[in-house]
């Protein structure tokens, strides 16, 4: 069952902006986490915001959540190469002891 | 290191041979779990376990097997492995369900 979908799927932009990817998901969360997938590796956790929080910043990175909306944003400011990857969101549906992911938004970053 | 090791990396095989993929984790975590990531399916739960010999289903658990029998270690087996399981096959630990969970690199699993 999906609970997260990420948007937009895939993201090209030049090194140096800010990119912006969405997550909406359906059911109400204790707290939704994003990670980063680079090409053929295992994921590894980003930032974790629970339901009660709006907004969190880790580094380059600010994560925001409408829980009115059903909806988290993940931007990454001042973007780098290195940045390349896919991003993925992933809610813990309430009362269930898992995570469930959305599908990922690829972020291409060009030098 | 904290890390969680899969292996093998990379294993092709044929229908039916039997065959085990190991997860082994060194935190200490309670929850382990299996995914496996095909495109324009994302990450799917297949197994889970919350503590030693307690293990769930997930969303896609036909044709898979796990064990808990230590802490550490959640292998995924697949008893008679048909071409539908080709994928890329995720281990993952945290310390329950919800929290932030550490993954293996994948195993690239092709099954002729």
């Known amino acids: 069952s999906q609970q997260g979908e990420e948007d937009p799927q895939a993201l090209s932009i030049q090194e140096g902006e800010n990119a912006t990817m969405n997550c909406s998901y359906k059911?109400?969360?204790?707290?939704l986490q994003w990670y980063r997938q680079n090409s053929g590796r295992g994921l590894v956790h980003l930032i974790l915001?629970?339901?009660?929080?709006r907004e969190k910043h880790s580094g380059r990175l600010r994560v925001t959540l409408d829980t009115s909306k059903k909806s988290s944003s993940l931007l990454i400011t001042a973007s780098r190469a290195a940045d390349t990857a896919s991003y993925f969101c992933?809610?813990?549906?309430?009362?269930?002891?898992?995570?469930?992911f959305g599908q990922g938004t690829r972020l291409t970053i060009n030098p | 290191e904290a890390q969680v090791t899969q292996n093998p990396r990379y294993l092709i095989t044929v229908t039916g041979k039997k065959l085990t993929v190991t997860c082994s984790q060194n935190?200490?975590?309670?929850?382990m779990s299996w995914y496996r990531q095909d495109p324009g399916l994302g990450l799917r739960q297949i197994y889970y376990s919350m503590n030693v010999e307690v293990t769930d289903k997930g969303d896609v658990p036909e044709g898979y097997k796990v064990s808990r029998k230590e802490k550490r270690n959640f292998p995924l087996i697949l008893e008679s492995p048909s071409p539908n399981q080709t994928s890329l096959y995720f281990c993952?630990?945290?310390?329950?369900?919800?929290?932030?969970?550490?993954f293996g690199d994948g195993t690239r699993l092709s099954i002729l």
């Open positions: 935190m200490n975590h309670e929850y």
């Open positions: 992933a809610t813990d549906a309430a009362g269930a002891q898992k995570l469930v």
């Open positions: 993952a630990s945290s310390l329950e369900g919800r929290q932030p969970q550490h």
């Open positions: 915001i629970r339901s009660n929080e």
């Open positions: 059911t109400s969360i204790n707290n």
